[in-house]
C-alpha cells in the first residue's frame, strides 16, 4: 500500500516538508529553494503571520536583500496556491499567513486530503509507492499524456532508474482520475503465461493471492470498465506478457495498460517511453543550478528524510554534485548512497564509492532483493542475458567511454564470436537497457554507466581476459576518432561522463 509522509494540502496542491516536495494534483512541481524555506515558514507558522523580518533572517540570513526578492518568492507562491483569492495573505506592510479560500474549503489539512479536491476512490491493489516522485514533472506530464492516447505503453530502461515508481505515480493519478480502477501486477517472481493469468487475476479481483480462471475471465473481469493495469518487472517474463498484452488490446475493452521492462515486448501495439537517469549537475554547476537538478534534489530529499542535513556551503554542493554525476543520476544508486551518507557524510560516502560503487548498500528494508545494492541490480539484467551476451558486455567494459559499434564488434570478435554474433549482441544489450545509445549523426554510439561498467570490469578479471582486453582497447584507442577516450591510467581506465542527450534503447 501507499506510505503516507505526512502532507499538508491547500486544495489541488500537496506538499511534503520532509521530502521537500511540492504536488499538484499529484504531479510532482519545481519550485526554486527560497521559495520552497518561505513556503516551510508559512506552514509551520499555522496560519499565523509570518513577518517579513522573520523570512529574510531564515531564507538570508547572511545576506542583506531588497524587500523585492521576498516579493517575487511570494508571487510564484501564490500562483501556485489559488492566485489572488487562494491561500495566502497578505498583511500590509507585515508580512504573509496561510488561510482558506473566502468560497474554499474551511482548513488546510494534514495527512487527510482535502475532501473537496479529493479523488474519486479507487481500488488500487497492492501499489507500492515508498516515496514522493521527485524531479520527473516532464515524464510524468509525458506519459500521462501516451497512456490516455495509447493502448499499451512500455517504459524501457535500466535496472533503479525508476520505471516502477514513474508508471505507478502516473496510473494512480490517471486511475483515480477515471474513477476505476488501478491494478498493480508484479511479474518479478511470475514465470510462463499460466501464471501470469493468475497472477492478473487475483489483482483485477483485489485478492493477494493468484485467482483461477483464464484469458476469458480476465476479459470479463476488466469487462468495458477503463481500468489502469500496471505490468511491473515485464523482462521476467516477456513473451507471456506479449500474448495477454495483445489480447487484451485485441478485446477493446477499454482498459489502458502500462507496463515496466528492462527490454521491451516487442508487440505491434506497444509504444515505448524510455526512462533515462534523473538530470545531474554539469561539471560547472555553481549553487542553484545544483540545487535545482533532479538528481540532486532527490538525494537529499532521501538524505533529509534519514536525518541527515548539509550545510548549505559551495563545497558541499560541489561534493554532493560529484556524488550525482559519479551514480549517473540513477535513482536507486542515489537512494542508496542517501543512507550512506547518513552514517558517513558527504566526505565518507565519497571515499566509500571509490572504494566499491557495486556494494553500496542501505536502502529501504522492505526494498525487493535487487534493490539492496547496485550489484544484486544489475546481476537480475546479467542473469537473463545468454552466455554470447554476457561475453560482450564483459569484454566491452574495457571501452572507459563512448565507443561505436565498428569498435564494439573489433574489439570483442574472437575465434568462438564472429564479428555478426557480437554485432547481434550489440544490439540486443542495448535493447535490454545494459548499453547506453547516444545518437551521432545518423549513427549510433554506446557507452556503459559506471555501474554496469563496473560490474563487467569484475567479470572480464574473474574471467582471465582483464589484461587481454585491455591491451586490445589500447591498440583500437589509437585509431577510433570519434570516441573521445580517457588516457588510461592503470590497465583500465576510468569512465568518461555520459552526455545528457544519451538514450536507452
Ligand atoms: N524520481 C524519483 N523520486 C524518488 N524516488 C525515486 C525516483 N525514481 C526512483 N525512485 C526510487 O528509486 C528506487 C528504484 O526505482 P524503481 O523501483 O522505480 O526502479 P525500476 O526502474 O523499476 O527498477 P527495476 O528495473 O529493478 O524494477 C525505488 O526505491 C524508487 O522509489
Ligand atoms: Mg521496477
Same mark, same amino acid.
Given at each position: 500500500m501507499w506510505r503516507a509522509w505526512e502532507m499538508h494540502n491547500f486544495g489541488r496542491v500537496a506538499v511534503s516538508l520532509e521530502c521537500r516536495e511540492v504536488f499538484v494534483d499529484g504531479v510532482p512541481q519545481h519550485i526554486g529553494t527560497r521559495a520552497f524555506e518561505i513556503l516551510e515558514l508559512l506552514i509551520s507558522a499555522a496560519g499565523e503571520l509570518v513577518t517579513k523580518d522573520q523570512i529574510m533572517r531564515v531564507v538570508w540570513p547572511k545576506t542583506i536583500v531588497v524587500e523585492n526578492n521576498i516579493q517575487v518568492h511570494i508571487s510564484t507562491l501564490r500562483k501556485l496556491l489559488g492566485g489572488k483569492r487562494g491561500w495566502i495573505r497578505t498583511e500590509a506592510g507585515r508580512g504573509y499567513r496561510l488561510a482558506p479560500p473566502a468560497d474554499g474549503p474551511a482548513h488546510a489539512t494534514q495527512g487527510d486530503p482535502d475532501p473537496a479536491a479529493a479523488p474519486v476512490p479507487v481500488r488500487a491493489s497492492a501499489a507500492q509507492r515508498t516515496w514522493p516522485l521527485i524531479g520527473r514533472e516532464r515524464e510524468a506530464a509525458e506519459l500521462r499524456g501516451l497512456?490516455?492516447?495509447?493502448?499499451?505503453?512500455?517504459?524501457?530502461?535500466?535496472?533503479?532508474?525508476?520505471?516502477?515508481?514513474?508508471?505507478?505515480?502516473?496510473?494512480?493519478?490517471?486511475?483515480?482520475?477515471?474513477?476505476?480502477?488501478?491494478?498493480?501486477?508484479?511479474?518479478?517472481?511470475?514465470?510462463?503465461? @499460466?501464471?501470469?493469468? !493468475?497472477?492478473? /487475476?487475483? +489483482?483485477? $479481483?483485489? #485478492?493477494?493471492?493468484?485467482?483461477? =480462471?483464464?484469458?476469458? %475471465?480476465?476479459?470479463?473481469?476488466?469487462?468495458?470498465?477503463?481500468?489502469?493495469?500496471?505490468?511491473?518487472?515485464?523482462?521476467?517474463?516477456?513473451?507471456?506478457?506479449?500474448?495477454?498484452?495483445?489480447?487484451?488490446?485485441?478485446?477493446?475493452?477499454?482498459?489502458?495498460?502500462?507496463?515496466?521492462?528492462?527490454?521491451?515486448?516487442?508487440?505491434?501495439?506497444?509504444?515505448?517511453?524510455?526512462?533515462?537517469?534523473?538530470?545531474?549537475?554539469?561539471?560547472?554547476?555553481?549553487?542553484?543550478?545544483?540545487?535545482?537538478?533532479?538528481?540532486?534534489?532527490?538525494?537529499?530529499?532521501?538524505?533529509?528524510?534519514?536525518?541527515?542535513?548539509?550545510?548549505?556551503?559551495?563545497?558541499?554542493?560541489?561534493?554532493?554534485?560529484?556524488?550525482?554525476?559519479?551514480?549517473? @543520476?540513477?535513482?536507486? !544508486?542515489?537512494? /542508496?548512497? +542517501?543512507? $550512506?551518507? #547518513?552514517?558517513?557524510?558527504?566526505? =565518507?560516502?565519497?571515499? %566509500?564509492?571509490?572504494?566499491?560503487?557495486?556494494?553500496?548498500?542501505?536502502?529501504?528494508?522492505?526494498?525487493?532483493?535487487?534493490?539492496?545494492?547496485?550489484?544484486?541490480?544489475?546481476?537480475?539484467?546479467?542473469?537473463?542475458?545468454?552466455?554470447?551476451?554476457?561475453?560482450?558486455?564483459?569484454?566491452?567494459?574495457?571501452?572507459?567511454?563512448?565507443?561505436?559499434?565498428?569498435?564494439?564488434?573489433?574489439?570483442?570478435?574472437?575465434?568462438?564470436?564472429?564479428?555478426?554474433?557480437?554485432?547481434?549482441?550489440?544490439?540486443?544489450?542495448?535493447?535490454?537497457?545494459?548499453?547506453?545509445?547516444?545518437?551521432?549523426?545518423l549513427s549510433k554510439c554506446y557507452s556503459l554507466l559506471e555501474s554496469v561498467r563496473a560490474y563487467a570490469l569484475e567479470k572480464l578479471e574473474e574471467a582471465g581476459e582483464h589484461v587481454q582486453f585491455g591491451e586490445r582497447y589500447a591498440a583500437r584507442a589509437e585509431i577510433d576518432k570519434p570516441v573521445r577516450l580517457v588516457p588510461r591510467a592503470v590497465s583500465i581506465a576510468a569512465a568518461t561522463p555520459v552526455p545528457a542527450s544519451a538514450a536507452y534503447v
Open positions: 497512456v490516455e492516447r495509447e493502448l499499451l505503453v512500455t517504459l524501457v530502461g535500466p535496472g533503479g532508474v525508476g520505471k516502477s515508481h514513474l508508471a505507478l505515480e502516473v496510473a494512480t493519478a490517471l486511475a483515480c482520475s477515471r474513477g476505476v480502477q488501478a491494478c498493480h501486477v508484479d511479474l518479478a517472481c511470475v514465470s510462463g503465461h @499460466g501464471a501470469l493469468v !493468475a497472477m492478473l /487475476l487475483g +489483482a483485477l $479481483r483485489g #485478492a493477494k493471492e493468484p485467482g483461477a =480462471g483464464d484469458m476469458g %475471465d480476465v476479459l470479463r473481469e476488466i469487462g468495458a470498465s477503463e481500468a489502469v493495469l500496471v505490468f511491473d518487472n515485464g523482462e521476467r517474463c516477456v513473451d507471456a506478457l506479449a500474448a495477454v498484452c495483445e489480447t487484451i488490446a485485441a478485446s477493446n475493452t477499454g482498459a489502458s495498460m502500462i507496463v515496466t521492462s528492462r527490454e521491451p515486448l516487442r508487440v505491434a501495439c506497444e509504444r515505448i517511453y524510455r526512462v533515462g537517469p534523473l538530470a545531474v549537475p554539469d561539471a560547472l554547476a555553481g549553487g542553484s543550478d545544483i540545487e535545482a537538478s533532479s538528481a540532486v534534489r532527490m538525494f537529499v530529499a532521501r538524505a533529509r528524510a534519514m536525518g541527515t542535513e548539509f550545510p548549505a556551503d559551495p563545497k558541499t554542493l560541489q561534493a554532493i554534485a560529484n556524488v550525482c554525476r559519479r551514480l549517473d @543520476g540513477l535513482p536507486l !544508486a542515489l537512494e /542508496l548512497a +542517501a543512507a $550512506r551518507a #547518513a552514517s558517513l557524510g558527504v566526505k =565518507g560516502l565519497v571515499a %566509500d564509492l571509490e572504494r566499491s560503487l557495486l556494494s553500496l548498500s542501505g536502502g529501504l528494508r522492505t526494498a525487493p532483493a535487487r534493490h539492496r545494492t547496485l550489484r544484486a541490480s544489475i546481476e537480475w539484467s546479467y542473469a537473463l542475458l545468454d552466455e554470447a551476451e554476457r561475453i560482450v558486455l564483459r569484454r566491452l567494459a574495457a571501452f572507459p567511454g563512448i565507443f561505436t559499434l565498428e569498435a564494439a564488434c573489433a574489439l570483442a570478435t574472437c575465434e568462438q564470436l564472429s564479428r555478426d554474433a557480437v554485432l547481434d549482441c550489440v544490439v540486443n544489450l542495448a535493447s535490454k537497457s545494459l548499453l547506453v545509445v547516444h545518437s551521432a549523426g
